[in-house]
């Protein structure tokens, strides 16, 4: 199982940006999907951004246009770069990797709290 760790989280005002790091303890190429999912105080966690294998990308509806999704696999990292935030993203932002075999691993999680 991959170990994930995600950074870049923190406070900012809306309107600004945020990059999210997560760090991978192995090779990311094998892996079927990365993905980002967030969790909001009382909400369930949901899907915010995935790259699958062969650079398919699936985003949110609520985050399009705002959001985008990279991977260096030569780093093992995967990003979140994320524009325009608003205070309803505030969350817990968690990384989610899917191997083609095996079961999902997930990052510890880093807060990003939107707010004036």
């Known amino acids: 199982q991959v170990q994930l760790v995600e950074s870049g989280g923190g406070l900012v005002q809306p309107g600004g940006s945020l990059r999210l790091s997560c760090a991978a303890s192995?090779?990311?190429?094998?892996?079927?999907?990365m993905g980002w999912y967030r969790q909001a105080p009382g909400k369930q966690r949901e899907l915010v951004a995935q790259?699958?294998?062969?650079?398919?990308?699936n985003y949110a509806d609520s985050v399009k246009g705002r959001f985008t999704i990279s991977r260096d696999n030569t780093k093992n990292t995967v990003y979140l770069q994320m524009n325009s935030l608003k205070p309803e993203d505030t969350a817990v932002y968690y990384c989610?990797?899917?191997?083609?075999?095996?079961?999902?691993?997930w990052g510890q999680g880093t807060q990003v709290t939107v707010s004036s």
């Open positions: 192995k090779s990311i190429v094998s892996m079927y999907t």
């Open positions: 989610n990797a899917i191997p083609v075999f095996g079961t999902s691993s």
């Open positions: 790259i699958i294998s062969g650079g398919r990308t």
